[in-house]
């Protein structure tokens, strides 16, 4: 297998060269088949590195694991989140092959004019401006020409090297080869554009319609369908500037617009808690560049290309994680925590309790306006991942999405606190799930279902008294973990029953060896002897063996 790393192709030496340069010693040893230990990243800034001189799909690997606090430090997850659009762009001639072969018409004939200077390049695409004959502006966001040749074969180099850390006990446990199976896929999504158009699509009908904010004042781009492929998203033109390059930091640029500040912060934090909480459909990477304030005042979200998707038992589970979080309550974050992400083996629960109200105790003597939310999340992921609790990666998109977008609000107002903010939100939410969206209705359904328990009552006592008194009632029992108890019952069972068959052949071959005088049947007690001899070296070896001598 490592011959097959160093000797495939090209790309595998150059994958080698970058690592032996960037000096992480481990993938070295690795590389190489040497000894190796378990396996060790290298310093933040050094796996930034390595990730950025491999190329486009290796910036989109340390993006995707900027997003998965879950798996990586802190300190690594802020080095891999200065990855993003941070690539050269490409030159227009191959841009506009590209462009053309999405078409089956001459572009003139589709587009009035192109820019052909893009306004923005990452490692995935990179946008120009365009405008359509009728004369709406519109971004075009192209995909890089041969990107999906490179990404499935350096797919298949991330899946090789999945394999050989699996080999390892850090491998086995964090299911390395299911997380390399996941980015593969999330890859193979960021190029698919028509995934990312439905997205933006889905977001903008969930945000289009709410009670949580002004929805006028946040919009998701608009795409047009009909000049989009796979490789190719036509959208609508925003204008405007990235969020914080419109409002630099307070004491720079000599402004007043604190209203305006704590107004756009609190409109993302409602937009997000909605998405999260409530529509179970998130933008999972709303770093600064995807957030833009526009010239007209309003908000613009953009780059819908990685979501995260939540159950409502999910949900449920992590609204009441955030409360016992924001109570610094340890013991009911021990007990949500086994519950969104169940251990995969036996973990020490009073350890994992003790270690979380060591961690919330250090927050008791601060005024909850003091407390970085973000970083608290963070802390907590940091004691579930040193207690060997695997959470479910959506878990770490969510924790991502809401550090990015606490950093942005605190950029905008250094008075800004997510746990203030969202108090009064989240006690709406437990009323609605208690009432439900309709109060009316739902009382209306709980009155009926009282009826009929009332209606039905009668006759299931009958049902009842009339088993109990003719002797017919059965009771079926079910007890858990019964399994193993049944085993260890049985095998003690067993080993008494050897112990006096073992009992049994030694006294009958003493009996039989001082009342018998004759030589014809004497080799009998020889022959019950030797089998005692052995059925009870047997028994002894099992027992030691068991480890349950003691």
Not at 93 to 117: D, G, T
Not at 201 to 218: A, I, V
Not at 298 to 321: F, H, K, N, S
Request: charged residues 20%; aromatic residues 8%.
């Amino acid at each position: 297998m490592f011959s097959r790393l160093v000797q495939t192709s090209s790309r595998q030496g150059e994958i080698v060269e970058v690592v032996f340069r960037n000096g992480w010693d481990y993938m070295r040893r690795l590389l190489t088949g040497g000894k190796v230990d378990e396996p060790k990243l290298p310093p933040p800034a050094v796996l930034r590195n390595i990730l950025v001189d491999l190329g486009p799909v290796y910036v989109k690997l340390g993006q995707l694991l900027s997003t998965r606090p879950d798996l990586l430090p802190a300190e690594y997850i802020d080095a891999l989140s200065t990855l993003q659009a941070e690539v050269p762009p490409i030159d227009w001639a191959e841009v506009e092959v590209m462009l053309r072969k999405q078409f089956s018409e001459p572009i003139e004939e589709i587009f009035a004019s192109i820019n052909y200077k893009p306004v923005a390049a990452g490692s995935i695409a990179q946008t120009h401006r365009a405008v359509l004959k009728d004369g709406r502006p519109v971004a075009l966001k192209v995909q890089r020409p041969g990107l999906s040749a490179v990404v499935e074969q350096d797919i298949s180099l991330i899946r090789l090297i999945a394999r050989l850390v699996a080999q390892t006990e850090f491998g086995q446990y964090y299911d390395i080869v299911s997380i390399a199976e996941e980015f593969a896929e999330a890859l193979r999504n960021e190029l698919d554009f028509t995934q990312e158009a439905r997205y933006t699509d889905q977001l903008r009908q969930n945000l289009g319609s709410t009670r949580w904010f002004d929805s006028t004042k946040l919009v998701v781009p608009q795409i047009y369908w009909e000049y989009t492929t796979d490789k190719l998203i036509a959208m609508e033109w925003l204008d405007g500037v990235a969020v914080l390059s419109a409002f630099p930091p307070i004491g720079f640029d000599g402004t007043t617009d604190l209203q305006e500040r704590e107004d756009i912060s609190t409109l993302l934090l409602r937009a997000f808690f909605q998405q999260i909480c409530l529509d179970g459909f998130f933008h999972a990477d709303p770093h600064p560049g995807n957030i833009f304030y526009l010239n007209d005042g309003r908000v613009a979200l953009l780059d819908c290309g990685m979501v995260g998707r939540l159950d409502p038992r999910t949900q449920q589970l992590i609204l009441e994680l955030v409360l016992a979080i924001v109570n610094l309550d340890a013991q009911r974050c021990t007990q949500l925590v086994l519950q969104l992400a169940p251990p995969v083996q036996p973990i020490n629960r009073v350890k994992l309790e003790t270690e979380f109200d060591r961690l919330l105790r250090r927050y008791y003597s601060l005024n909850i306006s003091q407390v970085n939310f973000s970083k608290l999340v963070y802390e907590v992921l940091q004691v579930v991942r040193d207690n060997k609790v695997r959470v479910p990666g959506n878990l770490g998109l969510c924790a991502k999405a809401i550090a990015n977008l606490e950093g942005i609000a605190r950029s905008l107002d250094p008075n800004f606190n997510i746990p203030n903010k969202i108090r009064p939100m989240m006690t709406e939410v437990f009323q609605r799930q208690i009432v439900g969206e309709a109060p009316l209705i739902a009382l209306l359904r709980t009155a009926l279902d009282v009826k009929n328990l009332s209606l039905q009552s009668p006759r299931q006592v009958e049902l009842l008294l009339d088993r109990v008194t003719s002797e017919t009632l059965q009771w079926n029992l079910s007890v858990r973990e019964a399994e193993p108890l049944r085993r260890t019952i049985d095998a003690s069972a067993n080993r008494v029953s050897f112990s006096i068959v073992v009992g049994s052949l030694i006294m009958g071959a003493a009996i039989i060896s001082s009342n018998t005088q004759s030589s014809q049947v004497y080799w009998v007690s020889d022959v019950l002897f030797a089998a005692a001899s052995f059925l009870g070296l047997w028994l002894i070896l099992s027992i030691l063996r068991s480890g349950f001598l003691r």
